[in-house]
C-alpha cells in the first residue's frame, strides 16, 4: 500500500517537474507519450497493492489490518486497498481510452495537461481514502477539489461558450461553499471531542454524548458532490458543457471515492446517532431506533434522487444531460441502503462498470470517427452504420435499466430485498415507480438506435483495440448476469 500510493505522488512530482509547459500543451505525440507513462505509473501502483494483500486478512471477511503509520494519520487495511485498486483500475481503462484522443481528430480538445490534473486527482484520492486523521483528510479534500476545477475549466465544448462558462463557475463557487460546511463540521468535532483521529471519534462517541450537528454538516457536503438531489442542479449542466472524456471522469471516479469514502466513515456516523438520545430529547429509546436517524437523512436524499433522476430522464436529449441524470437515479438506489457496505459496494462496482462501457462506446464512435455525440438523435439508425455498437449500446442501458438475467438486475435485486427485510415499503413503492420510469426512457433511447431512421448512412468503423475492450465489457455483463442468475438464492448472503 506504502509503495502503491507513494509511487503514485514521486511519480507525479517526477512529471511535473521534467515535463516542459509548451510540450504539455502541444497536441503532437507528447501527449501520447504522457498518457501512456502516467497509465504505465498507475499499473504499477496498482499490481503494488495487490501485492499487499498477500500480507492481509481475508477481503471476504473485510476485516482490518494493522497496518498504521506516519504518527497515526494513514492506516491501511485490507478493505481501502481493495477500494484503491478498483479506483486506480477505472482511471488505468479511462487513461486508456484517452490515448488514442491525444493523436486522433479530438486532438484538439484533449491535451496533456490533462492527463496530469487527472493524476493529481488520483492522488488526492488515495490520500482520502486511507487517512484516519481530518487534518490528512482536509487536506487530501482540497487537493481533490482542486484538481477537479482544473479539470472542468481546462476544456469547454463549443456549442454553447457561455453555458459552459457558467456551468464551471456555478461547480467551483458551490463546490468551495460546500466545503466550508465540511470545515466546520470538522472544528466542531475537535471542539467536541479534543481529537482529530478517527478512531479516537469513534470509541468517544461509543462512550459519551455528541450532538448531531456537526455530522449533518459533513453529509451536506458529501452529498452535494455525489449530485445527490435536491442539490443536484451543478452536474447536467457541467457534465453536458464539458468533453465527454472529462464527463466520464467526473462521473465515475470522484463519485467512486466519495461513496467509499461514506462507507469508511460509516462506524463513526454509527455510533454518533446511537449515543444523541438526551440531545435529542429521545430518552428511552434504544439505539436501532436511534441509529435510523440518520439512515432517514439518506432515505430522504435517495428517494428524492430516484423521483428526480427518472423524471428528469425523460426530458432528456443531450446524450450526456442523459447520463447525468441516469447518475443521480441510480445514487438514489445507493443512498437507499448506504447502511449496508457489501450491497453498496456491489451495487457502486456494477453500475460504474456500466457507465464505463457505454462511455467506451460514445468515445469510439467520436474519436475515430470525427463525430462529436452530443444528442441522443445522432444515434438514430446506429443499427445500419454498425450492428455491433449498436447491440453494445443497447445491452448496457438494458443493464442500467435492471432487466434480467443481465449483471445490472442483480444489484436492483439486493437494494429491493434490503428495503423488504427492513420494512421500508413506501420507499420501495417508490423504487419501483421510479425504475419502471426509467426502463421506459432506456427503452427509448434504444429504440432510437435500432429502429430510427439514420441521419447518415455512412458506415462507423472502430479500431480493433477498443473493439475488443468493448467486446470484454459487454461480455462482463452478459457473463456475469448468467453467473448471478444461477446462484440467485445464495448470491446475497449478506442481506439478513
Known amino acids: 500500500m506504502i509503495l502503491g500510493w507513494g509511487l503514485l505522488t514521486s511519480a507525479y512530482g517526477t512529471l511535473l517537474a521534467i515535463s516542459p509547459v509548451g510540450a504539455i500543451r502541444s497536441y503532437d ?74 493523436t486522433g481528430t479530438l486532438t484538439s480538445r484533449i491535451s496533456g495537461e490533462v492527463f496530469l490534473v487527472m493524476l493529481t486527482n488520483l492522488v488526492a484520492i488515495t490520500y482520502v481514502l486511507v487517512a484516519i486523521d481530518w487534518l490528512v483528510t482536509v487536506v487530501a479534500w482540497e487537493l481533490f477539489n482542486l484538481s477537479l476545477y482544473l479539470l472542468v475549466s481546462m476544456h469547454r465544448t463549443a456549442h454553447s461558450q457561455e453555458i459552459s462558462l457558467s456551468s464551471s463557475v456555478k461547480y467551483f463557487l458551490l463546490s468551495a461553499y460546500t466545503t466550508t ?56 449542466d457541467l457534465y453536458d458543457s464539458l468533453p465527454p472524456y472529462i464527463t466520464l471522469w467526473l462521473l465515475v471516479v470522484p463519485k467512486t471515492a466519495v461513496l467509499f469514502l461514506l462507507l469508511q466513515l460509516a462506524p463513526a456516523l454509527s455510533g454518533a446517532l446511537v449515543i444523541t438520545g438526551e440531545s435529542l430529547g429521545l430518552e428511552g429509546m434504544d439505539g436501532s431506533v436511534l441509529q435510523g436517524t440518520i439512515y432517514n437523512l439518506f432515505l430522504l436524499f435517495g428517494v428524492s434522487s430516484m423521483v428526480i433522476g427518472s423524471i428528469g430522464l425523460s426530458s432528456q436529449w443531450r446524450m450526456r444531460r442523459f447520463l447525468a441524470y441516469s447518475s443521480i437515479a441510480n445514487l438514489g438506489f445507493i443512498l437507499t441502503v448506504i447502511e449496508s ?33 452530443d444528442r441522443i438523435d445522432q444515434l438514430s439508425g446506429l443499427h445500419t452504420r454498425n450492428p455491433g455498437l449498436a447491440y453494445a449500446l443497447a445491452i448496457c442501458f438494458f443493464s442500467l435499466a435492471g432487466t434480467p438475467p443481465l449483471i445490472g438486475f442483480y444489484p436492483k435485486l439486493a437494494v429491493i430485498t434490503m428495503l423488504l427485510n427492513n420494512a421500508n415499503y413506501a420507499v420501495l413503492i417508490v423504487l419501483v415507480i421510479a425504475s419502471v420510469l426509467s426502463a421506459c426512457n432506456y427503452l427509448s433511447v434504444i429504440i432510437t438506435i435500432h429502429l430510427d431512421k439514420p441521419t447518415y448512412y455512412e458506415e462507423l468503423k472502430i479500431s480493433y483495440r477498443n473493439a475488443l475492450m468493448i467486446s470484454v465489457g459487454i461480455g462482463l455483463i452478459i457473463v456475469g448476469g448468467v453467473y448471478e442468475s444461477t446462484n440467485v438464492l445464495g448470491v446475497y448472503p449478506f442481506i439478513g
Open 29 to 102: 505525440r507528447t501527449g501520447l507519450i504522457l498518457v501512456r507513462t502516467i497509465s504505465l505509473i498507475i499499473l504499477a501502483a496498482i499490481l503494488f497493492e495487490v501485492n499487499t494483500l498477500t500480507y492481509m486478512p481475508s477481503l471476504s471477511h473485510m476485516t482490518e489490518s494493522a497496518c498504521v503509520f506516519l504518527d497515526g494519520t494513514i492506516k491501511c487495511s485490507s478493505t481501502s486497498t481493495y477500494l484503491i485498486i478498483f479506483i486506480m483500475s477505472l482511471a488505468l481503462i479511462i487513461m486508456q481510452l484517452g490515448a488514442e484522443g491525444a
Open 181 to 236: 460546511f465540511l470545515l466546520l463540521s470538522i472544528a466542531l468535532l475537535y471542539g467536541l471531542t479534543g481529537t482529530t483521529s478517527y478512531d479516537g471519534l469513534i470509541m468517544i462517541v461509543q462512550t459519551g454524548e455528541l450532538s448531531l450537528w456537526p455530522f449533518y454538516l459533513m453529509m451536506f457536503t458529501f452529498l452535494f458532490k455525489l449530485g445527490a438531489a435536491p442539490l443536484h442542479s451543478w452536474a447536467p
Open 341 to 373: 457496505a457489501p450491497v453498496t459496494y456491489y451495487y457502486i462496482t456494477i453500475y460504474m462498470i456500466t457507465t464505463l462501457i457505454v462511455f467506451m462506446i460514445i468515445l469510439s464512435i467520436s474519436v475515430e470517427n470525427g463525430i462529436n455525440i
